[in-house]
């Protein structure tokens, strides 16, 4: 989908410049990315590593292969050699004017840099400043690695530092998640299909459940969660953006304006999260993690309710959870259906599941139709099935890749617009101090059990169930 009116005009980058070229996502998910634009030939100019390490260009193309051989065993050779051909470097502080300097020097003829940060937030502002000291903020563009402040606060004064040296058309605030194939599915299937409007409201929707599960922990990196936590790592960003997706009215045109508009609209009219919204978790043993305070209260898992009032959602509830240690890793979303309103078949009537749409986002994209269908025989029975359709395929991209080939393109569709970033703060920025203790919860169960209370009537909830039998799905 491409804004045409942002099109006009737009001109390419001629350089990529990306700070932290020596750091943990680089290696894990820039490098690779940088080799599957190659690959596709959407990268062709230079990229400029920048970090301070006391490395040389050679280290860089050493951590650049091990990067890319690490994540794709079966590369082409001369793809990798393409990249590595590409590569540049500067090592410095980010605080010594000279480094930047160095960096000038190396742009040198590029008129249109990207600049990406896969830094910190508390660096934005030093290499904003510096990049704007040289001049290497003009006719640039810059990238932004989430998270997008801690509060609603916080995220007003990373914008106000950022936009000091560029305009809005000019910042893209990445957030890998929209990258995924599978959260692109979720705007394109309610939009490209006309059957689910007619039922898409508070007329037929029950409720919505949207779970993210992982069955791992915090992998070592307890020092940052300990910063984080479930609210602000995944439930702020990821899941309201899903929300937001599923809520949004029709855009007013093909465009990425519209979609951002639509979104922000919908974290507008969700009501603000009090502390008799929401459950907080935390696993058994997250406090002997490396890093992680004595006596900590961070939550690893939250569950929460929240309302949307608007004409189409008024009255229907949205149930959100998410959290670490828990039975499997999936991502999902269950829309429940009413009940019919006659009762002309009782086993119907007394079924524990209404119909429902479900959305595998992860680990396998599935797209699910869950009814009724009467069971052979004379009596009047049945018992519920799923219709179930695969979304994944072999031309899957990684999100990283998308994005980055968006930024040098200049489309800003997947990217997060300043305005959705400070509604979305809003929905969660109260509960983010005024809320009750983590209540612990064992590793491998779905959490505390406090959250069926908080589902209450509306549950129970759907628990993701990762392999599908022949006994429960009629698979299309």
Known sequence: MVDQQAAHGRADADALVFFGASGDLARKMIFPALYGMVAHE????????????????????????????????????????????????????????????????????????????AIPPTMFGTVIEGLAHVGLHKHARVVVEKPFGRDLASARELDAVIR??????????????????????????????????????????????ITIAEDFGVQGRGAFYDTAGALRDVLENHMLQIVALLAMEPPAY?????????????????????????????????????GVARGSDVETYAAVRLFIDSWRWAGVPWYLRTGKHLPVTAHEVVVEFKKPPQALFDDAMMAQRPNHLRFRLQPDGEIALGARVKTPGEEFVGEQRELVVSTGGAGSRHPYERLLADALDGDRALFTAEETVEAAWRVVDG?????????????????????????????PWHDPVLKTTTDDAARA
Do not use: C
């Open 254 to 290: 093909q465009g990425y304006g519209a979609v951002h508009e639509a979104k922000a609209n919908v974290f507008r009219a969700i009501r603000a999260l009090t502390r008799n919204d929401i459950v907080r978790g935390q696993f058994a043993g997250y406090r002997d993690e490396p």
């Open 431 to 459: 509960v983010l101090a005024d809320h009750a203790p983590a209540i612990r919860y064992t590793p491998g169960t779905w959490g505390p059990t406090e959250a069926d209370t908080l589902i209450g009537a509306d549950g």
């Open 164 to 209: 000091r040296a560029f305009p809005e058309e000019s910042v893209f605030r990445i957030d890998h998640f929209l990258g995924k194939d599978e959260i692109m599915n979720l705007l394109y299937f309610r939009f490209a299909n006309s059957f689910l409007e007619p039922v898409w409201n508070r007329d037929h929707i029950a409720s919505v459940q």
């Open 42 to 117: 959407e990268l062709t100019v230079p990229v400029i590593g920048v970090a301070y390490s006391q490395w040389a260009l050679e280290d860089l193309r050493t951590r650049a292969r091990e990067s890319v051989a690490a994540a794709v065993p079966d590369h082409d050779p001369e793809v990798l050699d393409t990249l590595l051909g590409l590569l540049r470097y500067v090592d410095g502080d980010y605080r010594d004017a000279a480094t930047f300097e160095s960096l000038k020097a190396a742009v040198g003829d590029a008129q249109r840099p990207v600049h990406y940060l």
